[in-house]
């Protein structure tokens, strides 16, 4: 018998191209790298200055999304970009894929989106594969199965010019979520509940396996929201066994073999086998998690909504306690909020979306806070308005914009004002990461939504008991009007 | 490009706060840029100066010439969060060569590794003992992987064999990553013909 290996050890040893020594670092092959305009221009600039063209264009895969404006184009026809300089570095890509052959799904194009929601809903994604990108949330496609993670830009010029990059093996956490989830919790709620477990350095050296019930149960949305959020906890990649949920979701879509069982075979043999050992284990009790939001200005700073603001255990948290204008052992519920922002990497999805509807279907934002929701891509603002959800949002106030980083990383224009307090779906809460003085608050869709209603940072089971309660008269009102008949 | 890293003799500045995130080494709004060159005055640019642009004068960062404190003594985690590779540019162009912290980000440690800056990971013990004398002046010998400082009993670190090798020698990355080529090709083949 082999030795039992993980979901990451399969995944690694497949792509071994030369094996580490003491010495070197091994060679691991890079199945698909996704590019965008912040973080290529520099390496392109390398590799041209080597006289070297983009080695495998056919595995390599660019969009714009984050210095892109989420406005349309002004009467003048102009888009509206922050800066000239923005402008320029979408330009500058727009000009690098067209001299090397690499696909772009630019302004224009129906698969453009926010790139770690593109990938997947292209099927550029897809499991057994390793994914890189010069971004730290490419831990994203690791919900596929994939062995995904972020690099630098020095790294992109390496995969650019080699489809390979140097590097040692990291260690392996398992972090099994055990239990069945409660209704109204969302994946983003399990990824703040891990990553508060684990700490916002704990992951550090480590690939996360994400495992257990609660795991298993959550759609790909959830999944990928999970793995997303690896980083937060330092974990360069995120993982999730493929299974029937997986084969489900690919299905048909645009990139995946030709031959798709024969590839889904393939993809269920990558599971962890049974007895197979990891460097960390981590249980979480599924079942124990609620609604959560961060009160801090790291992302493992989290705690159930409603519960109070943790006595300070370092200056460190006294700074950020401080910063964010609360006070330790007051709840976070009071303090009005200025901005809600849905979108980004983490739930700019479809689900997402529906989630934050289903709250504010029939209700209003509440006066005075500035609601933004920015679909993850093309694909997903075409589903979402094929389904009427923008109107929804429109008629509660919300503005409803262009597919987007936008308020995640607010590099585009779209940023939350100095002091002001945002409750976003997006990944990180440092402090002026929404925008310079900006304090944020992350959470769920569904969260943001009721506190969009609410003024101030809601549980949104609230809004959801009363949402089920209503449909469950309505049925038995239905139920009713049919005997009569 | 970086310079060679052989032997570093320079003060200290210390930022002991825990969790030092990217976005606060050089928020987003400078990424727009094409270059990595002339980031060091968007480094902790929100720590540096006021919104209109002037500068913080409390700041420590403004307070020191960075020339003579080639070294920052930096608080755990550090480097967290964002991949940008603009942190250590921004860094390096500052004026640092060297960061210790008892605990730095992966993708940023490789990233800094390919700039000239190296990384260092020291006990908590070390940390606090070369935080409490910011004024005299420390050595990092790559070669030896030593920090000394004064008569007091050097301290030992590790860094990746081959980065530290490239770091003492000047060894392109790239260019050696290149002379895989052949057993990259074979790889594809390999995987064509399954």
């Known amino acids: 018998m082999p030795d039992p290996k993980t979901l990451f050890d399969k995944v690694w040893d497949a792509h071994v191209v030369r094996s580490e020594t003491a010495d070197t670092p091994g060679v691991l092959y890079i199945d698909l790298h996704l590019v965008h305009e912040v973080t290529s221009p520099q390496a392109f600039s390398e590799i041209e200055a080597r006289g070297l063209k983009v080695r495998r264009p056919d595995r390599t895969y660019a969009t714009l999304d984050h210095s892109t404006p989420t406005l349309p184009a002004g009467l003048n026809g102009l888009k509206p970009y922050v800066t000239a300089q923005a402008e320029a570095q979408v330009h500058r890509l727009e000009k690098n894929c067209a001299a090397h052959g690499v696909p772009l799904a630019g302004w224009g194009s129906e698969d453009r989106g926010v790139v770690h929601v593109m990938g997947p809903e292209l099927g550029l994604t897809q499991p057994g594969m390793t994914v890189v990108c010069g971004d730290s949330h490419t831990a994203t496609h690791g919900a596929f199965g994939a062995l995904a993670f972020g690099i630098g830009t020095s790294e992109v010029g390496h995969v650019l010019a080699t489809q390979c990059l140097l590097q040692r093996k990291a260690k392996a956490m398992r972090v099994t979520v055990d239990g069945r989830l409660q209704p109204g919790v969302s994946g983003k709620d399990v990824a703040l509940a891990v990553i508060a477990a684990i700490g916002f350095g704990g992951g550090?050296?480590?690939?996360?396996?994400?495992?257990?019930?609660?795991?298993?149960?959550?759609?790909?949305?959830?999944?990928?929201?999970?793995?997303?959020?690896?980083?937060?906890?330092?974990?360069?990649?995120?993982?999730?066994?493929?299974?029937?949920?997986?084969?489900?979701?690919l299905r048909g879509r645009k990139h995946v073999p030709a031959d798709y069982e024969a590839a889904t075979a393939e993809w269920l043999k990558l599971a962890t086998d049974p007895g197979a050992s990891f460097d960390k284990e981590v249980v979480i009790d599924g079942a124990a998690i609620r609604p959560m939001a961060t009160w801090g200005t790291t992302p493992d700073?989290?705690?159930?909504i409603g519960t109070p603001v943790p006595q300070p255990q370092s200056d460190s948290d006294r700074k950020a306690i401080a910063y964010m204008g609360f006070t330790a052992g007051e709840a976070t519920t009071s303090q009005p909020v200025d901005v809600v922002f849905i979108g980004s990497c983490t739930n700019g999805r479809l689900p997402d979306l529906r989630a934050a509807a289903e709250v504010l279907r029939g209700r209003k934002v509440k006066p005075g806070l500035r609601m933004l929701v920015v679909p993850g891509s093309e694909a997903v603002r075409?589903?979402?308005?094929?389904?009427?959800?923008?109107?929804?949002?429109?008629?509660?106030?919300?503005?409803?914009?262009?597919?987007?980083?936008?308020?995640?990383?607010?590099?585009?224009?779209?940023?939350?004002?100095?002091?002001?307090?945002?409750?976003?779906?997006?990944?990180?809460?440092?402090?002026?990461r929404q925008g310079k003085d900006a304090r944020t608050i992350l959470a769920s869709p569904a969260t943001a939504a009721a506190t969009a209603v609410a003024g101030v940072l809601t549980d949104p089971r609230v809004y959801l008991r009363e949402a089920t309660a209503l449909k469950q008269s309505s049925a038995a009102r239905e139920t009713v009007g049919a005997q009569n008949v | 490009m970086s310079e060679p890293f052989q032997v570093l003799t320079s003060r200290t500045v210390t930022l002991s706060q825990a969790n030092i995130d990217t976005d606060q080494?050089?928020?987003?709004?400078?990424?727009?840029?094409?270059?990595?060159?002339?980031?060091?005055?968007?480094?902790?640019?929100?720590?540096r100066y006021e919104t209109d642009g002037s500068e913080k004068p409390e700041a420590i960062l403004n307070r020191i010439d960075p020339a003579e404190h080639r070294i920052l003594l930096a608080g755990k985690n550090f480097a967290c969060g964002s991949s940008r590779e603009h942190a250590p540019w921004a860094l390096y162009d500052y004026g640092f060569r060297a960061v210790i912290s008892t605990e730095i980000a992966d993708i940023f440690t490789s990233n800094a590794l390919k700039n000239g800056l190296l990384p260092i990971v020291v006990s908590q013990n070390v940390w606090d003992d070369l935080a409490s004398q910011?004024?005299?002046?420390?050595?990092?010998?790559?070669?030896?992987?030593?920090?000394?400082?004064?008569?007091?009993?050097?301290?030992?670190?590790?860094?990746?064999?081959?980065?530290?090798?490239?770091?003492?020698?000047?060894?392109?990355?790239?260019?050696?990553?290149?002379?895989?080529?052949?057993?990259?090709?074979?790889?594809?083949?390999?995987?064509?013909?399954?």
């Open chain 1, 301 to 304: 700073a989290g705690a159930p």
């Open chain 1, 204 to 249: 550090t050296g480590y690939v996360i396996e994400y495992a257990g019930e609660a795991v298993r149960s959550l759609d790909m949305e959830g999944r990928m929201t999970l793995c997303n959020m690896s980083i937060e906890a330092g974990a360069r990649a995120g993982m999730i066994a493929p299974d029937q949920t997986t084969i489900d979701w």
């Open chain 2, 25 to 47: 080494i050089i928020p987003a709004r400078f990424l727009t840029t094409t270059s990595r060159e002339g980031l060091g005055k968007a480094a902790f640019y929100d720590w």
């Open chain 2, 134 to 194: 910011p004024d005299q002046p420390v050595t990092i010998d790559l070669q030896a992987s030593q920090i000394r400082r004064g008569n007091a009993q050097p301290v030992s670190f590790t860094v990746e064999s081959f980065a530290r090798e490239c770091l003492l020698n000047g060894v392109d990355t790239l260019g050696w990553l290149q002379s895989n080529l052949p057993e990259i090709e074979a790889y594809e083949r390999s995987r064509e013909t399954v």
């Open chain 1, 382 to 432: 075409r589903d979402a308005e094929a389904e009427g959800l923008h109107e929804v949002f429109i008629a509660a106030g919300a503005e409803w914009r262009i597919p987007g980083c936008s308020m995640c990383i607010a590099m585009n224009g779209d940023f939350v004002a100095p002091g002001q307090l945002a409750v976003s779906t997006s990944n990180r809460n440092f402090e002026g």
